[in-house]
């Protein structure tokens, strides 16, 4: 069991660029997410999706996008990289046995730079 | 809004000394509560959770939270840290019980350095 993976480990983009982040999970989880961790802020959630199929907006959506190729798969997308977006990114999924069991994995995440 | 606070932004202590790190949220109902760990240059982990019953939760590494509904309340506590407790603190909480879609809000985090 890999548990969530994520490539790249680590990216530079120009302005204007666009690069796609990718995230799988081998647990069969049917919720994933993708949050956005700065200095000071916590994480914050960009783009989440609940089941293979649906994708819904987070916190912080504006200039990304998602898709949930399948149950194992959640990219991100940034179509036109900006210095704003420079952040370390995590994909997470989340599993819910049971009431109270609930937990959510991590990803190793993915350190972005934007010049 | 729903929102989490954590005050302290970055703590020092020395090794056996004792640590609690305040978390406060404001839900008006049902509550989740969760601790995440990142050492450096790790992802988050699980440190422990609270969804109902007893109020005292025990996580991993010795680590404890208390949850005080009166307070809107969820402090971490360690009896005596180690410097490999050194990382970030994150509280987390969604409002709802068990199956709803409600997503994890997080604090900002308190950095936590033990010197030896």
């Known amino acids: 069991n890999a548990g969530v993976t994520q490539t790249p480990k680590f990216q530079v983009l120009k302005t204007g660029q666009s690069m796609t982040l990718q995230c799988a999970q081998d647990?069969?989880?049917?919720?994933m997410y993708w949050y956005r961790q700065d200095p000071g802020m916590g994480l914050r959630l960009i783009y989440y999706?609940?089941?293979?199929?649906?994708?819904d907006k987070g916190e912080v959506p504006n200039g990304y996008n998602v898709s949930r190729l399948n149950k194992r798969e959640f990219s991100l997308r940034l179509e036109s990289a900006a210095p704003s977006q420079t952040s370390v990114y995590f994909c997470?999924?989340?599993?819910?046995?049971?009431?109270?069991?609930?937990?959510?994995?991590f990803g190793p995440g993915t350190r972005l730079l934007v010049l | 809004a729903q929102s989490v606070s954590q005050h302290n932004h970055h703590v020092i202590l020395s090794e056996a000394a004792s640590l609690e790190l305040g978390c406060n949220y404001s839900y008006g109902g049902t509550v989740n509560l969760f601790w995440y760990v990142q050492y450096p240059g790790q992802h988050l982990q699980l440190l422990l959770k609270?969804?109902?019953?007893?109020?005292l939760v025990k996580g991993i590494k010795g680590f404890e939270a208390e949850f005080i509904k009166s307070k809107f309340s969820f402090n971490l506590r360690k009896p005596s840290v180690q410097w490999s407790d050194t990382a970030e603190y994150f509280c987390?909480?969604?409002?709802?019980?068990?199956?709803?879609?409600?997503?994890?809000?997080f604090g900002k985090g308190t950095k936590l350095s033990v010197k030896p």
């Open positions: 647990m069969n989880h049917n919720s």
């Open positions: 999706s609940a089941s293979e199929g649906t994708t």
């Open positions: 997470a999924s989340r599993v819910f046995p049971g009431p109270g069991q609930e937990t959510q994995y």
């Open positions: 609270y969804f109902s019953g007893d109020p």
């Open positions: 987390a909480a969604r409002g709802g019980y068990g199956g709803s879609q409600g997503n994890l809000i």
